[in-house]
């Protein structure tokens, strides 16, 4: 979203090739051949972002039962990590232990049940020590010593591992899911995208939690249509994107989009991803709350964590080439940070969620419109309405 030129930055992307996925919606631009899905107007249901009921349903069979992105991995970067993590509404630990392996654990000491790891920041550490009765973990789960052992007489330590929930980490991203058996393929198709990002390798810049007392949808839908862009964002990104073509498609339950302009693609080598950032936006939308949106000099993942049908916890992570060497790079990136996080995320998608929730609660209106270029609305909630009656 931010069009600043990366020539004084110490390290531009390096030069990756696009998926065919990304080729071909850059090329349906380029070649005018990017079409409105539907020609139609839809509407969704306002009891969708009001009924505390309908955002039970959701939350138990979206958020507590499908695979969904937890943190980039760049917010572990080293083997030795741990971090807690308690937004999705159960207590959670991530782990990257000694051979580098991410792992998601319950925050929970296998003796007496007492929270495993305090605070909230990432911290270093080869063992996890309960603050109780100092049994001891390492940070793959393993039970790893703990005093007095012959008080607890033919204790099998092999037994008494922490409780692991199942994960992944792919395309620099570590998902996890609530549910055995759960399926992560759609994850890992997607993940080539991010991949050809090269989001593995990134520096996590800046992370901030928002309380949004908004609908999580509400959330969704303003990075699922261009119809606001030049208007709300008039004052911020809006310029960039004036006059832009829309192209979009589905891998799986997830959404991705790219919008770019023409006048801008003449005798780009859309093969070449660091080319082709710098005139074309992505941004995914990855089932159920997960944002991911790359500027042609860096990356933001923001992950919804509903916690009411009028709350939503927004955690966003920017993600940068390295870490700042100068005062210089240092100031870019602080000035990139304040105009998405601070300015167009905060300050207009997240407040205009905020003020749509006050609207819809009042009744005013008993279902959204949508015009042509709001379909990914409709589309949204297609896919939605599909999972809660699975």
Same mark, same amino acid.
């Given at each position: 979203?931010?069009?600043?030129? /990366? ?15 990304? !080729? ?6 380029? @070649? ?10 839809? /509407? ?8 505390? @009921? ?11 039962? +499908? ?24 207590? +959670?630990?991530? /782990? ?51 005093? *007095? ?61 928002? &309380? ?36 979009? @498609?589905?891998?799986?339950?997830? +959404? *991705? ?49 509903? &916690? ?17 060497? /100068?005062?210089?790079? !240092? @100031? ?59």
């Amino acid at each position: 979203m931010n069009r600043a030129t /990366t020539q004084d930055l110490p390290r531009e992307f390096p030069s990756l090739e696009p998926t065919a996925g990304q !080729l071909a919606l850059a090329e349906s631009i380029r @070649d005018g051949e990017a079409q409105r899905p539907v020609d139609t107007i839809g /509407t969704v249901p306002a009891g969708r972002y009001t009924s505390p @009921d309908h955002f039970a349903k959701e939350k138990a069979a979206l958020f507590d039962k +499908l695979p969904q992105v937890l943190a980039p991995s760049a917010l572990l970067p080293e083997p030795g990590m741990v971090v807690p993590h308690d937004d999705t509404g159960r207590p +959670l630990l991530i /782990t990257r232990d000694s051979e580098g392996v991410a792992h998601v654990f319950l925050n929970v000491c296998q003796h007496r049940g007492t929270r495993l790891v305090e605070g909230k920041d990432v911290q270093c550490a080869k063992r996890m020590v309960c603050p109780y009765h100092a049994w001891t973990y390492k940070l793959d789960g393993k039970l790893l010593a703990l005093p *007095r052992p012959e008080t607890f007489p033919g204790l099998d330590k092999s037994e008494h591992s922490l409780v692991e929930l199942p994960s992944l980490e792919t395309g620099g991203m570590i998902w996890f899911a609530s549910v055995e058996g759960a399926d992560f393929s759609h994850a890992k198709a997607i993940s080539t995208d991010f991949d050809a990002f090269g989001m593995g390798d990134l520096h996590l810049f800046r992370r901030k939690t928002h &309380q949004v007392k908004g609908n999580w949808k509400l959330i969704m839908d303003a990075f699922l249509e261009s119809y606001h862009v030049t208007r709300l964002h008039a004052n911020t990104i809006g310029p960039f994107f004036k006059d832009g073509i829309t192209s979009g @498609d589905m891998v799986g339950p997830h +959404l *991705r989009s790219a919008v770019g302009r023409l006048e801008e693609m003449e005798n780009v080598d859309l093969n070449d991803m660091a080319a082709m950032r710098r005139v074309i936006t992505f941004a995914y939308q990855l089932f159920p709350g997960t944002i991911v949106v790359p500027s042609p000099d860096y990356v933001n993942i923001m992950v919804l964590m509903p &916690q009411a049908h009028n709350h939503t916890i927004v955690e966003d992570f920017m993600l940068i080439p390295e870490e700042p060497k /100068t005062e210089k790079a !240092l @100031d870019h990136w602080e000035r990139s940070w304040k105009l998405l996080d601070g300015g167009v995320f905060a300050n207009e998608d997240f407040r205009a969620a905020e003020l749509g929730q006050q609207g819809l609660e009042s009744g005013a209106i008993t279902e959204l419109t949508m015009g042509t270029l709001e379909s990914g609305i409709a589309r949204f909630d297609a896919i939605v309405q599909e999972h809660l009656s699975a």
